[in-house]
């Protein structure tokens, strides 16, 4: 009887909502590491991604050089901005005069048209894939093109081999309205989620194994904590 009193209490301390999830790519092909990371956060009323290139060594191709995600989300998402994320740098050689990283960057409501990203609802890139066009851009204006190649795109240390173009070192935040009310960031609402790099289809797609795109959602902690109060009082309750 003790023990039930404490229950109450117990769900009073678990946390009733997810306002953040992480995705991490950890992945070897091609003889190369894939490293990264995409975060999902709820921040002052506002949806925060931010994606980070955590490998440590330089992009010996253009092929390596993170270019964007894409994933599922309830509705579509507006209001966009995109930055450099504190402490990140822009590095190589920049053609494109004072444009801004927004103007090379854009988000989109769509399916991408390979088969194996059944499910997706939109993206985030820097690159034009045959998906976005100048008008996805987070800021109008820039250069043309504005989303070509992997100009602007991501990589994971200073002094990268892949080329002359330029490079953010080493991770762009982007923050939205949030897409419902009440939204919260979980593996239920955030999913089918691919990192993609390079500037082409046929270059590299990976993802979370944790998390795998069109697999069932992980349960949440918060959820599972949920159970477990509640199967340690029905013990409880047939013990007495």
């Known amino acids: 009887m003790k023990f039930l009193r404490w229950i109450p209490l117990g769900l009073l301390l678990v946390p009733m909502s997810a ?39 330089g992009a010996p191709t253009n092929a390596q050089v993170f270019t964007g995600v894409f994933f599922s989300i309830p509705g579509a998402l507006s209001g966009g901005t995109a930055a450099m994320t504190a402490g990140s740098t822009l590095v190589g ?31 985030i890139g820097t690159a034009g894939f045959g998906f976005y066009g100048p008008t996805d851009a987070f ?17 994971g240390n200073a002094l990268n081999g892949a080329s002359t173009q ?10 939205f309205d949030l897409p419902t009310p009440g939204f919260e960031a979980n593996s239920t609402t955030i999913r089918n989620v691919w990192f993609q790099y390079g500037s082409d289809f046929s270059e590299f797609q990976g993802f ?32 007495k």
């Open 19 to 57: 306002h953040a999830i992480t995705f991490t790519l950890d992945t070897v092909n091609g003889g190369y590491n894939y490293k990264a990371t995409a975060d999902f956060s709820v921040v002052a009323g506002r949806l925060q991604v931010v994606l980070t290139n955590t490998q440590t060594s």
């Open 93 to 123: 050689s920049n053609p494109f005069g004072s444009d801004t990283v927004a103007q090379h960057w854009a988000y989109k409501n769509g399916t991408p048209s390979p088969s194996f990203f059944s499910g997706v609802t939109q993206g």
């Open 139 to 155: 800021q109008s204006g820039g250069q043309n093109p504005v989303l070509d190649g992997v100009d602007f795109g991501m990589v």
């Open 166 to 175: 330029p490079f953010v070192f080493n991770s762009m935040t982007f923050t």
């Open 208 to 239: 979370d194994p944790e998390f795998p795109p069109g697999g069932d959602p992980v349960p949440e902690p918060t959820a599972m904590a949920m159970v477990a109060f509640t199967a340690a009082a029905i013990w409880a309750r047939r013990k």
